[in-house]
C-alpha cells in the first residue's frame, strides 16, 4: 500500500508565507512525478505545481514568481513553498504523484487527502 500526507497547512496573512510537505510511504520502487493541486471552495480542482524526477518543474501561471516546488528524492517527499500568499489562495492543497510500487508494475497515480491553507486579507 501507499500512502501521501500532507502537511503544514494552516491559517496565515495576506503577503505572509507556508511551507507544505507530502511524505510518500509504502511498497515504492520508484517515484516519477509528484505536484500539487488545490481545490478552493465552490470550484473544481486546479494545478498549482509540478516537479518531474529529473527536478524540472513547472508552475501555473496564478502561482507563478511566488510558489516553489522542490523534491527529496531520498524521503519520497516533495514540499511547496509559498510566498507573498493571497487571500485567492486559499484552498485545500492536494499532494499528487506517480509511484511504481514493483518493479513490473507501472507507474500508478495517487493523492493525498489534502490540507487547508486559509489566507486572511
Known amino acids: 500500500q501507499v500512502q501521501l500526507v500532507e502537511s503544514g497547512g494552516g491559517l496565515v496573512q495576506g503577503g505572509g508565507s507556508l511551507r507544505l510537505s507530502c511524505a510518500a510511504s509504502g511498497s515504492i520502487f520508484s517515484i516519477n512525478a509528484m505536484g500539487w493541486y488545490r481545490r478552493a471552495p465552490g470550484k473544481q480542482r486546479e494545478f498549482v505545481a509540478r516537479?518531474?524526477?529529473?527536478?524540472?518543474?513547472n508552475y501555473a501561471d496564478s502561482v507563478k514568481g511566488r510558489f516553489t516546488i522542490s523534491r527529496d528524492n531520498a524521503k519520497n517527499t516533495v514540499y511547496l513553498q509559498m510566498n507573498s500568499l493571497k487571500p485567492e489562495d486559499t484552498a485545500v492543497y492536494y499532494c499528487?504523484?506517480?509511484?511504481?510500487?514493483?518493479?513490473?508494475?507501472?507507474?500508478?497515480?495517487?493523492w493525498g487527502q489534502g490540507t487547508q491553507v486559509t489566507v486572511s486579507s
Open positions: 499528487n504523484a506517480d509511484i511504481k510500487r514493483l518493479l513490473p508494475l507501472p507507474f500508478y497515480n495517487y
Open positions: 516537479i518531474a524526477s529529473s527536478g524540472s518543474t
